[in-house]
């Protein structure tokens, strides 16, 4: 969740509301079903929660906190487990395969929430990345980074954490200028699709950053016709969009996480 506008409305909606049909068309936006071991057990009496990610190429477990209570961008989407889970098995999605001896990978994460997908990705590729989300939200986010630091080092990795408010041309700029000896690669995100006041906000933030070679991997769960339709619309006239990956649907909705490939579309004769 990455712009103000979200941080506002999700005010307005309990964090135990129930899961809604995916092919609904109203804007309400009820709170999605977790995908992690419900044995995660609260770690303090503000009801935080430490759940734990067991990518194949790791020696240990990538360890994130969610605090439920306070909101979205605090708590554990579907489809990140998806992203974590598929892009470390699968070196032909990305824009260059990790190798020995080569750089690593830099990967810039939207809407990080909890940074779980980011942190796997950038302990298991291994990648440079930089998680972003809105302000609030980077406390935790950067709770978490600090929390993987050494699993992240150990495997050639880094995580660093920014402030990136969707559609923000100051911020993107910021983000931008900060990788300029060192261009992002990679862009990833999962389940950023949601409200329909976000479209336009995440549409300018992706033609900003995944251009030229740059890759975008995005993971997504069908919710709202609406939405989904103005996204995918407005998306497919500036980038081709591929699926790679779709896990069946979760228990009691009809559709599960899908992984997309977004490349910019070439302009053929303009230089």
Not at 6 to 21: K, L, N, Q, R, V
Not at 103 to 124: D, F, H, Q, R
Not at 143 to 152: R, V
Not at 241 to 262: A, C, K, M, S, T
Request: proline fraction near 10%; hydrophobic fraction near 50%; charge should be neutral.
């Amino acid at each position: 969740m990455a712009t103000a506008a979200a941080a506002e409305a999700a005010d307005a909606f309990p964090s135990t509301a129930p899961a809604a049909s995916s092919d609904s068309d109203s804007e309400d936006l009820l709170l999605l079903p977790n995908l992690l071991p419900s044995a995660a057990a609260p770690s303090s009496p503000s009801h935080a929660q430490l759940h734990h990610f067991h990518v194949a190429s790791l020696p240990s477990p990538i360890t994130v906190r969610a605090l439920p209570s306070l909101g979205l961008s605090f708590q554990l989407w579907p489809s990140a487990s998806t992203l974590l889970r598929v892009l470390p098995a699968s070196p032909h999605l990305l824009p260059r395969a990790p190798a020995p001896g080569t750089l690593p990978l830099n990967v810039l994460e939207l809407g990080s929430g909890t940074g779980a997908a980011g942190l796997a990705l950038a302990a298991a590729l291994p990648a440079r990345a930089v998680l972003s989300d809105l302000p609030d939200a980077l406390p935790n986010l950067r709770h978490n980074a600090e929390l993987n630091a050494p699993l992240l080092a150990c495997a050639g990795g880094a995580a660093s954490v920014v402030p990136l408010p969707w559609g923000d041309a100051t911020a993107m700029e910021e983000v931008a200028a900060a990788q300029a000896e060192a261009p992002f690669d990679l862009v990833v995100a999962s389940d950023v699709v949601y409200y329909e006041a976000l479209v336009d906000p995440l549409i300018k933030t992706l033609r900003f950053f995944v251009k030229g070679e740059v890759v975008l991997l995005m993971a997504h769960m069908r919710r709202w016709k609406r939405t989904d339709k103005k996204f995918f619309g407005k998306a497919r006239k500036v980038f081709d969009i591929e699926v790679v990956h779709e896990d069946p649907p979760l228990d009691g909705w009809r559709h599960g996480p899908v992984l997309y490939r977004f490349t910019a579309k070439k302009r053929h004769g303009k230089k």
